[in-house]
Each structure stands twice: as structure tokens, then as C-alpha cells.
Antibody, heavy 122, light 107 residues
């Protein structure tokens, strides 16, 4: 079944670290750019980071630059988000996201994980 | 950075109503825009890609239009399952940016 499954969320104190994982059950994972998107409680969607298909290019929203690192292991079909120096304002549901996955008929679909909650609180 | 201004932030409508939601980009983004629907507690789901192309499997009552800086999502006849929050997303440049969202509620 084609799916993305996040893990690694939880409750963490301010200043601490957490690593999120996103396991992709898709073929040709190593040909797709991947994204992390978050949603604070009761708020809208916010794009967080993007990594190119081979991991060579990365982009971040300004508020996480220098603190978060997106990475991937194509041998494991897994996307990561290393989050350091966490702040209360990082509290959110984090989704991994593939904007255009192509099926066998070359139709493009978006794929989202179910989301993993990160709570930063003392 | 490209700002996406979405309006209205919320609206109340009845089943069968025609609903229009607008996203305005702070600079031209060609047609590099998608529309997403999010039901509470669920991940978003794309309805429209390339500003005006209906995602496979999405009902034809949804349509998108626009190019450059002005974009519109229209629901031609609102159904009970359409009560949700809608977002636009520009993928023309980084940082990617979402509109603030439009919550469609039952009147």
C-alpha cells in the first residue's frame, strides 16, 4: 500500500532535541523531493523544509534555520527531521508530504503521512 | 518571500450553495498553485493542481482558475462532506507558502 508513516513525536522540554522519521512505502522513493509541513494547534498549515531527491539540496523556513535539519536515507526509504533547540512555538503536528507521486498510469497524487504530534513544554 | 493572501478566512454556507475562495500572491507565480482540503484531525488532501487541474478522484463540483497573482477555488454546489478548511499552496519558489486557510461552515 502506498503510504507515508511518521514517527518520533512526543513531549520534549524547551531546548531539547527530537528526531522525526517518515517511512515511505512507495517505489522509486529516491526520485522524489520530500517535504515537512507542520500545523500548530488550531492554526493553519506551515511549510517547514524540503529536500531534493538525492539529498543534495535543502530548503528551510526562516524560523527553523540553524535548528532543524532535513535528511533522507534512500536505502531505507526514509525521510528525517532532526529538530534541535526546540521552542514552545515548534509545538505542532508534523506531516511528511510528497507533492507529486506518480502512479502506474503516470497520474500525479499528493501523499501525506498521518502526522506526528510534537509538544514542547516544560 | 511570496506571501499568499487567502480570503475569506471563514464563511457560512448552505448545502447547494456556490462557494468561491480566493488566493492572491504577492508576486507572479505562473500557475504554480494547488488547493488543499483539510478535515479536522486529518491530513490535507489536494483538490486542484496547476491552478486549474482537477485532481483525479475529486468531484467535478470543485474547480480552480487563475494565473499569475489571482487564483480562485470554486465549489459549484456545496455538499455536506465539503465542510472543511481549504488552503492554497504556492510551489513557485522557496520558501513554499500556504494561504491562511478558509474554514467553510454550515449555515
Amino acid at each position: 500500500q502506498v503510504q507515508l508513516v511518521e514517527s518520533g513525536g512526543g513531549v520534549v522540554q524547551p531546548g531539547r532535541s527530537l528526531r522525526l522519521s517518515c517511512a515511505a512505502s512507495i517505489s522509486m522513493f529516491n526520485t522524489y523531493g520530500m517535504h515537512w509541513v507542520r500545523q500548530a494547534p488550531g492554526k493553519g498549515l506551515e511549510w517547514v523544509a524540503t529536500i531534493s531527491y538525492d539529498g543534495s539540496t535543502k530548503y528551510y523556513v526562516e524560523s527553523v534555520k540553524g535548528r532543524f535539519t532535513i535528511s533522507r536515507d534512500n536505502s531505507k526509504n526514509t525521510l528525517y527531521l532532526q529538530m534541535n533547540s526546540l521552542r514552545a512555538e515548534d509545538t505542532a503536528v508534523y506531516y511528511c508530504f510528497l507533492r507529486n507521486f506518480y502512479d502506474s498510469l503516470r497520474r500525479a497524487f499528493d501523499l501525506w503521512g498521518q502526522g506526528t504530534m510534537v509538544t514542547v513544554s516544560s | 518571500d511570496i506571501q499568499m493572501t487567502q480570503s475569506p478566512s471563514s464563511l457560512s454556507a448552505s448545502v447547494g450553495d456556490r462557494v468561491t475562495i480566493t488566493c492572491r500572491a504577492s508576486q507572479g507565480i505562473r500557475n504554480d498553485l494547488g488547493w488543499y482540503q483539510q478535515i479536522p484531525g486529518k491530513a490535507p488532501k489536494r483538490l486542484i493542481y496547476g491552478a486549474s487541474n482537477l485532481q483525479s478522484g475529486v468531484p467535478s463540483r470543485f474547480s480552480g482558475s487563475g494565473s499569475g497573482t489571482e487564483f480562485t477555488l470554486t465549489i459549484s454546489s456545496l455538499q455536506p462532506e465539503d465542510f472543511a478548511t481549504y488552503y492554497c499552496l504556492q510551489h513557485n519558489s522557496y520558501p513554499r507558502t500556504f494561504g491562511q486557510g478558509t474554514k467553510v461552515e454550515i449555515k
